[in-house]
C-alpha cells in the first residue's frame, strides 16, 4: 500500500456518543420538512409556524420525538398504543359521503377556544373525530388519511435527528429548488441520488487526497468530509472574497475533521499552473477577503437562512416584543455588529483580525503546496460556472488513474466539455449520466409509485485520468499519428473461403 508509512489520522467521534448536547447541530423534522439548527439554551427557534426552545432536547438521544407546550417547551412524546382495526367502525365505500362543510360539529371558533384552554392537539383531533358525522362512514384507508390529515395540522409533533448527508441534502433540496434567486446563486438542482452517485463515481474514501471546486454552499465538502471521516485531506478551491461553507458548519464536525481541510482562491490556479505564484501573491489580496473568511460563520448563517427569513421575521414581528424588534433589526442592517465585548475593544478585535488573516496565508501556503505536488486521488466540480474551463485546468493536479466528476444542471455545458476532453487527451471512460428517481408509497394493500415525482436532478460527467504520452503532447506528430491510425482501421480484404470437397 502507498499510504502504509503514513502516521494515522484524528479519531472520529466515538459512535456511541448518540446524546444531544448543548452546541451540537441538530435537524428538526417535521413529517417530511427539515430544518438545521444549532443547541443552544434560552435560543428561540421558528419551524413550521411554531415556536419553541432547545432546552430540553440537551441529554437525549437523537431520534426522540418531542411536543411543543404551552410557552414554547418542548416534552418527549409518550408512545400510546392504537387501537386495532378490529375495534374500529368502517364503512364500505365512500359513496354516500357529500363533502358539504356540514359533517363537522365543531366551528373554528370552538377549535380556537380549545387551544386557547391549553389542550393538546392529541385531544383536539379525538374531539374532532367524535364531532364528526361522517367519519365512521368512512372506509378504512379514508379514516386514516383523515386522521393523517388532522395530526399534521393541529398536533405539534417534532422529532430531533443526528445530520447526515442524506438528511441535509433532502433539506435543502426541497427548498424550492428551481427558484431563481440573486442572493442566493448556489441553489441549483442537485438532488440527493446525484450527490450519492457523485461520491461513488468519484471514489471517496478515508487516506484520499480529493479536490473540490463547489457553489452548493458546502454541501458536497460536507458530504466528502463525512465520508473520509476526518482521514486524508481536502484542498477546496473557492471564488471570491473566501469560501461558504454554511451546509458543511451544518454536519456539526469535531476540530480533528477541520485539521485536513485547505482551501486555495481559484483566481490564482493559473499562476500555479505557469509556475509563477508565490506567497506575496496572497498578501497582495485585498484585506476585504480576509475579513469576509473571518466573518463565514456570520455569513453562512445569513445565506443558509436567507429563504426562511421572510417567513421568520414575519412571525417575529407578531411574537416578539418591540425591544427585541430593534435588536433583530440592528443585527440584520450592520454588517460589522458584533457582541459587546468584541466592541469594547477594538485593538483586540484588529489583533485577532491579523492573526486570523496570517492563519489563512498559512492554510493557503499549504493547499498551494499540496496542489504543486500534482498527485490528488480525485476531483469533483459542482459549481454555477461553466465546468470546461475548470475541468481543463484542474485534472492538471489529479495523478493518473483517478476518477474525476462534474457536475451541472444542464446537459450542454457537459457536451461540450466532454468534447474537448476527448480533443485534449489524458482522460479515458468518459461518461454522461443522468440518474432517475421515483418515490413510492408503501402501505399496507396500497403500495404504489406516488403521483408526483422529480422532473431531473441534473447531469454528471464522470472518467479517469490517464498519463499523457510524448504522441499526444508533441502537436508536431499528430498528422502522424492520424495517419498511422488509419492504416490500423483499415478493414483488410475478405478472403475466400475454400468449401468442402465432398465424397460423392
Sequence with gaps: ????????????????????????????????VFKAVQVQRRKKVTFEKQWFYLDNVIGHSYGTTFEVTNGGSLQPKKKKEEPTSETKEAGTDNRNIIDDGKSQKLTQDDIKALKDKGIKGEEIVQQLIENSTTFRDKTEFAQDKYIKKKKKKYEAIITVVKPSTRILSVMYYAREPGKINILLPHKFHMRYDTLAQMLTLGNIRAGNK????????????????????????IIQLYPGGGPVRAATACFGFPESFLSGLYEFPLNKVDSLLNGTFSAEMLSSEPKDSASVEE?????EEKQASEQENEDSMAEASESNPPEEQETMEIVSQDPEYKEPKERGSRKDYIQEKQKRQEEQRKRQLEAAALLSERNADGLIVASRFHPTPLLLSLLDFVAPSRPFVAYCQYKEPLLECYTKLRERGGVINLRLSETWLRNYQVLPDRSHPKLLMSGGGGYLLSGFTVAMDNLRADPSLKSNASTLELHKTEEPAAKKRKCPESDS
Excluded at 448518540?18 to 451540537?24: A, C, E, K, L, M
Excluded at 458536497?220 to 482521514?231: D, I, Q, T
Excluded at 466573518?295 to 455569513?299: A, C, H, I, R, V
Design 210 to 233: 480529493m479536490i473540490v471546486m463547489e457553489t452548493c454552499a458546502g454541501l458536497v465538502l460536507g458530504a466528502m468530509m463525512e465520508r473520509m471521516g476526518g482521514f486524508g485531506s
Design 295 to 299: 466573518s463565514n460563520g456570520t455569513l
Design 1 to 32: 500500500m502507498e499510504d502504509s508509512g503514513e502516521q494515522p489520522g484524528p479519531q472520529p467521534p466515538h459512535p456511541g456518543d448518540h446524546r444531544i448536547r448543548d452546541g451540537d447541530y441538530v435537524v428538526l423534522k417535521r413529517e417530511d
